[in-house]
């Protein structure tokens, strides 16, 4: 390029840009560029033709490390960096770019862009070898990030992300109706799919209305996107599937209208979505399937509007309130290590009715498990209790009604007691009653003295014999059918402990 062909603007940043000096072209009142950057004329615009052939062919000063740093000007055309290598920092703050860049392929030292508006980004494959700046940034369209590789962390920082299709009402207003997933969804608004980042990636207070793409990426350090608001209703909003972070994924705070979706995404620290709202009404609002998670936090999060699909994940610490769960989950082949906090079963209990896939068996043994790794064996007994009524709904009518028994007589071998009571009662009564009217000895000369608790106890226990029912005989109908009724009942209750027990045993 000709430098007699540039203007007073271009000159001065040709001439800064040999010893990394700032060309700062904002002035004290400067309502920055998402205000009045359209506007700006040519003493703060500068040709996208110059800013490249600075980059690429600038002169360089023995002694100086060469950047090119501007503040507050206005790029004018298309900046075109495809496949280019520039050997030094670009950092563009508080501008404002009139057209897409393309910095497909492109490899660069360091990229700055905060506080600038631009109508979108293509950097597919893009590669930097410190960081990737986008702090405040203000984009009108898609942010095509697919591949990159940063050697450093990414910082989105209260940046926003905006397209040209019709938004929902603000935070505030009224829900649109759910609609049914379409076909092909719009493109992604900031796509990170199939990245690295060698350190953070740190996007708190970031605002995405459409889709925030990371599947498939792996972040090596922590994933920040506390107080992040993502607006995407009856589409994905977060589409993580396959993530890998090395740490933590801490989304305090998060608002998603739209389905956030983690499937088999891998995080080793917290995935933290305490005071999360997540709402996806009439689909799935979090879909964490076949993940590997060391701990999930939902603490004092809003109820989740939509369902949610923890499907085969392994989870260390699950921390969800009974009041969090919405009304459909998918919990089968979930392992956990701990559940917390720490609540009565029959309130965990109400959230496994609510499986989609009807009765889970393994849902049940999962929270068995939880409540036994903490000494609550009461809690357990409850949960194998409820497990048992639930497999019941299911069965023919005939082992319903024996199921009714065991449940009414031992509590499926998990209420022990209550076969005692039982058989308390029955020998109280039956005591009484043989005691009004003795039974008819049936050899007078060889019958032992008559005992009416131990003539109960001989017709309630069919092994234990006392000698008394060979020895007397009820006599009335009112009194032999009370025999009948005490040596029935005796067998019912000896036959359901067994069974109970034997049940109870094969847990351990």
Not at 315 to 344: C, K, M, N, Q
């Amino acid at each position: 390029m000709e430098i007699n062909t540039l203007t007073a603007a271009e000159r001065r940043v040709w001439d800064a840009f040999p010893t990394g000096e700032v060309v700062d072209f904002r002035a004290a009142d400067d309502p920055g560029p998402a205000a009045a950057g359209a506007g700006w004329g040519p003493e703060r615009s500068v040709r996208a033709e110059v800013v490249r052939a600075v980059l690429l062919g600038g002169a360089r000063q023995d002694g100086e490390i060469p950047a090119l740093r501007m503040m507050g000007a206005r790029i004018t055309g298309s900046l075109n960096l495809r496949y280019a290598t520039a050997d030094c920092p670009i950092s563009l703050g508080d501008c404002f770019l009139d057209d897409v860049p393309n910095l497909y392929g492109a490899h660069v030292r360091q990229l700055n862009l905060s506080g600038s508006v631009l109508p979108g980004m293509t950097a597919a494959t893009l590669r930097v070898d410190g960081t990737l700046r986008l702090t405040d940034c203000r984009v009108g369209g898609p942010v095509r990030l697919g591949g990159a590789q940063i050697s450093g962390a990414v910082f989105l920082d209260r940046a926003r992300f905006t397209s040209a299709e019709p938004l929902p009402p603000p935070d505030g207003g009224p829900e649109p109706e759910p609609e049914p997933e379409p076909e092909a969804e719009p493109e992604p608004l900031l796509q990170l799919n199939h990245a690295a980042v060698g350190d953070d990636l740190w996007a708190p207070e970031l605002r995405v209305e459409g889709q925030l793409r990371l599947d498939s990426a792996t972040v090596t350090g922590s994933v920040h996107l506390d107080d992040t608001v993502l607006v995407a209703p009856g589409r994905t909003a977060l589409e993580a599937e396959r993530l890998t972070v090395g740490a933590d994924l801490r989304a305090k705070r998060l608002r998603a209208r739209g389905r956030v979706n983690l499937s088999a995404a891998r995080i080793p620290g917290q995935l933290n979505l305490a005071y999360a709202r997540l709402s996806q009404p009439g689909g799935v609002a979090l879909r964490a399937s076949s993940c590997v998670v060391g701990e999930l936090w939902l603490r004092e999060a809003a109820r989740v509007e939509g369902s949610v699909n923890l499907r085969r994940s392994q989870i260390e610490l699950l921390f969800v309130p009974p009041e969090v769960w919405p009304g459909s989950v998918r919990l089968d082949g979930l392992t956990y290590g701990a559940l917390a906090p720490h609540e009565p079963a029959d309130r965990r209990l109400a959230v496994l009715e609510r499986d989609g896939d009807g009765y889970v068996p393994y849902a049940y043994e999962q929270l068995t498990a939880s409540y036994r790794r903490i000494g609550d064996d009461a809690a357990a007994r409850t949960v194998q209790l409820a497990k048992q009524r639930r497999q019941r709904r299911g069965l023919a009518w005939y082992a319903r009604l024996w199921g009714h028994v065991q449940d009414l007589t031992v509590g499926y071998g998990f209420r022990p007691m209550r076969a005692v009571a039982w058989m308390l009662s029955l020998l109280l009564v039956a005591s009484a009653a043989y005691s009004v009217r003795q039974p008819r000895a049936l050899k007078a000369d060889e019958s032992p003295d008559f005992n009416p608790v131990f003539y109960s106890l001989d017709l309630l226990l069919p092994i234990i014999d006392f000698g008394q029912e060979r020895a007397f005989t009820p006599e009335g109908g009112w009194h032999q059918g009370l025999s009948y009724v005490l040596i029935i009942t005796g067998w019912i209750l000896a036959t359901t402990i067994i069974a109970g027990v034997t049940r109870a045993v094969s847990r351990q």
